[in-house]
């Protein structure tokens, strides 16, 4: 599994939204280009010398593509064809970039990514100015992931985005944590503690509880399991109509009332994702569990390293639950559209989805990558072995056709760092908090 560096630090610990493959901690917002060299050049394309064709490919962070191989192996197929990449680091300096590109129509990579976050304004306001890849050769509906495929659908019906990964979720758990505090420790068994309700995921932070090994808690912090729970509903923070509802949502209801339960509970460790001292608790037994989308194992060996080597392992969720995702695009701007097209659907075709998942840790939006043995027989030493292809699997077919709005992670970010942080680290009551995080959210989406 992978750590990549692909989205803004609120971007992830907030995206239940969906975030991205995972990688916040990552430097400056600065251009760079990658090898093959060159700069992504308003998309002109071209020759690229010696009767070639350039595509360009414009990312956000260490996107995988280019470091799985996938570029490498298509021009190797296609000798009269040379893809660059540009990468910006982190998503929240690209993408006001690249609406600003698709809006004078310059500027433009000829494929460029868009995160999940910024999907539902991307299909809303530029399907005209985005080639429809629902009809470019070699795109096949049923390979992806139905939900995933309507996030990239435009209202007038045209796929203007092609899914990359999906963020699955399970439960990662500190299998040493548990044994001393009287639980199972077999993930199945695991799994059955909490199946099929998040409330019960409560019910046996409070049975942890009661038996913890000292200085540890259940879960990280209320923040995780906030956007844990909204991510297994179909509607959260907007209607099928568009109207913002988080104040009347079930999902946004539930979630703020079992998160306000563990940290009134005293079943958190009191920790912000993507801090300091939340990295240094992976190694030292601070928390037991934490909602994990499939690429935050790699996150997770990497902190944790060797002092926490055969102590984590993963089990399912309670109810099914997205974290993350990116498409690519085409912009009608560019000069190689057809040839752009191309590109996009062979590097979202299920071989090219299981190699990214092999070689870099990003869960397939496609489903028929599911069957290739390279997802199929995944399985995670780090995490004792977890077949961490059939549990993310079963996680991503069963999460819902979630309805995404604009301002999504405007809402996510308020209702956990203003609202649920209060209650979690500084002893509000849930009220206080729901209060402060409504009051953050409209004047925000007032602005």
């Known amino acids: 599994m992978r750590f990549r560096t692909r989205t803004s630090r609120q971007a992830v610990v907030l995206a239940a ?14 251009d760079k280009s990658d090898e093959p060299g060159g700069s992504s050049g308003g998309g002109e394309g071209g020759d690229g010398g010696k009767g070639k ?8 962070g260490t996107f995988g593509l280019k470091e799985a191989g996938l570029y490498d192996a298509y021009m190797k197929a296609n000798p009269d064809v040379v893809i660059k990449q540009t990468s910006i680091e982190r998503n929240e300096n690209y993408y006001p970039q690249l609406l600003t590109h698709l809006g ?3 500027g433009l990579a000829d494929i460029q990514a868009v995160e999940v976050n910024n999907i539902a304004e991307v299909t809303a306001t530029q399907a005209d100015k985005l ?8 795109v096949d509906k049923d390979n992806f992931l139905d939900w995933k495929w309507q996030q990239g659908t435009a209202q007038n019906g045209s796929t203007i985005a092609l899914g990359t990964d999906v963020g699955p979720q399970g439960i990662c758990y500190r299998k040493d944590l548990f044994e001393k505090a009287g639980l199972p420790t077999d993930r199945d068994e695991v799994g059955k503690l909490w199946a099929g309700d998040w409330k019960k995921y409560l019910d046996v932070g409070k049975q942890y509880k009661a038996k913890a090994p000292k200085d540890s ?3 990280d912090g209320a923040g995780g399991v906030m956007a844990a729970v909204t991510g297994s509903y179909e509607e959260r923070f907007y209607d099928k109509d568009g109207k913002v509802v988080y104040k009347e949502s079930a999902a946004v209801k539930e979630a703020w009332d079992v998160a306000s339960a563990f940290a009134t509970e005293g079943l958190t460790a009191k920790l912000q994702q993507f801090k300091p001292s939340w990295d240094q608790a992976f190694s030292n037994g601070r928390f037991a569990t934490i909602s ?3 690429w935050m194992l790699g996150y997770i060996k990497e902190k944790g390293g060797d002092k926490a080597e055969g102590k984590w392992d993963v089990a399912q969720a309670p109810k099914p639950s997205n974290w993350g995702g990116s498409f690519l695009v085409v912009p009608k701007a560019g000069k190689n559209t057809e ?11 299920p071989e090219q989805q299981a190699v990214l998942f092999e070689e870099r840790g990003s869960f397939p939006s496609s489903t028929a990558a599911y069957d290739l043995p390279a997802v199929k027989d ?3 030493p780090y995490f004792e072995g977890a077949p961490i292809g059939e549990i993310f699997a079963k996680a991503a077919e069963g999460a819902p056709v979630q309805i995404l709005g604009p301002k999504d992670l405007i809402i996510a970010q308020n209702l956990a760092d203003v609202g649920m942080l209060q209650v979690d680290q500084k002893g509000k009551s849930p009220d206080e908090g729901w209060k402060a995080a409504v009051k953050s959210i409209d004047n925000a989406l007032d602005e």
């Open 217 to 219: 808690a259940f879960v």
């Open 53 to 60: 064709t350039t595509l360009t490919v414009g990312v956000f």
């Open 17 to 30: 939204v969906a975030a991205l493959g995972a990688g916040l901690l990552a430097g400056c917002a600065e």
């Open 131 to 138: 080639v429809d890849l629902g009809k470019a050769p070699g």
């Open 292 to 294: 994990c989308p499939a």
């Open 339 to 349: 040839e752009a097209a191309k590109l996009a659907a062979w590097l979202t075709a």
């Open 378 to 380: 995944a399985k995670n």
């Open 104 to 106: 004078s129509g310059s």
